[in-house]
């Protein structure tokens, strides 16, 4: 279908988001649902990039991944593997997954599975590993690789064995509007949406035929895990955005991730073409010790939460989460997420947040508006060491670079045959 405006085009992209219905379906090796991970191939967040372009956090993932496959069994030895070009690096976004952080995948590593099941169409998404010195922010020491290859052995196949168990997979829409609700903004706070899914998990674990130590390990491991969610929601975005730019018209955005080294967004009239500028380094808080000079240029595809509407575009709904990020109080929250509708076509009307009065959720970021403002989306971000296997030194904030946004914009006015 051809739309006769472009303003026409993103209320149609738009309302496929608000009809979307994920729906989380299985735990598996991500080599059983993205083939091309059975051979010598890892998955990186972002848009492409080479390994010698990678930042060393990200660097560091990848020694964690190779380790963790026993493609070798030191770090020298994964070094040298890694450098060699042996390996192939493909961005998870190029293969219907998403990856936080350094974004590294590999194919013994479980992902989730949703499917949106408005438009048929499945994403994917790596477990969350918890806090601190975990892969996904550059650690790659013996305890992580042995978290890792708990989660593979143990926590993987229990979930899957749970989730399986319910009829039709579960209603990830349903469990966002109770946690959002309750202070979630589905990047840096996912408390709530976290033992909401325990709560629907434990006691079908509990009725599991399965070791009883391990049953305990999964139990305490989904309490511990504050941030647990934040994975699944970032598949449920990414099948959610994926199904709204079946539409190739119209100016929406349908991604945005980062790598280290450029930040780059797609938009919906524009397919699967990216559209990058140099990545900035977030700003917030740090833990003890640590400081600016220490942070990593951002990273990760978690963004595509802030694509569908939460995180950083949705402050307001965590007041709890705002000092965390460097932000300030509610007010400073209140006003990031009005100076957001200055961007976006609408609000979500599935998503209601109390704290904004009722209001809906962000609802589709126009790359026109963001043009035309100045004003660029706002991201909650974990800041990962600028050093590998340091793991995580705080959090924040961090904004795309304006640039996108106009390369996106002047692509698709050439595509549509104006004169720039």
Known sequence: MTYQTIDEANKAVAAKVVASSPFLLDVVPAKEVIPVLNGKVLLHAGPPIKWGNMPDPMKGSCIGAVLFEEWATTEDAARTLLESGQIEFIPCHHVDAVGPMGGITSGNMPVFVVEN??????????????????L????????????????????????CKAIRTIDNGMNLNVLIAKAIAMG???????IAASLAFLKEMAPIIVGLEIDEKERQEVIKFLADTDQFFLNIMMAASKAIMDGARMIQEGTIVTAMCRNGENFGIRISGMGDEWFTGPVNTPQGLYFTGFSGEDASPDMGDSAITETFG?????????????????????????AISNEMLEIVIDQNPNFPVPTWDFQGICLGIDARKVVETGITPVIN??????????????AGTVHPPVECFEKAIVAYAKKLGMEI
């Not at 099941?117 to 975990?134: F, L, P, Q, R, W």
């Open 136 to 159: 996904r922010f550059g650690a790659y020491s013996d305890e992580v690789i042995t978290r890792l290859r708990w989660m593979r052995d143990v926590l993987g196949p229990i979930l």
């Open 310 to 334: 939460v995180g950083g575009m949705a402050m307001i709904a965590a007041p709890a989460v705002t000092r965390f990020v460097g932000t300030g109080g509610f007010n400073d929250a209140l």
């Open 381 to 394: 971000t974990g800041i990962a060491n600028i050093k590998a296997g340091a793991g995580q030194i705080g």
């Open 117 to 134: 099941k408005t438009d048929h169409n499945v994403a994917y998404c790596t477990m969350n590993e918890g806090i601190g010195a975990v």
């Open 184 to 190: 979630d903004e589905f990047h840096q706070r996912n």
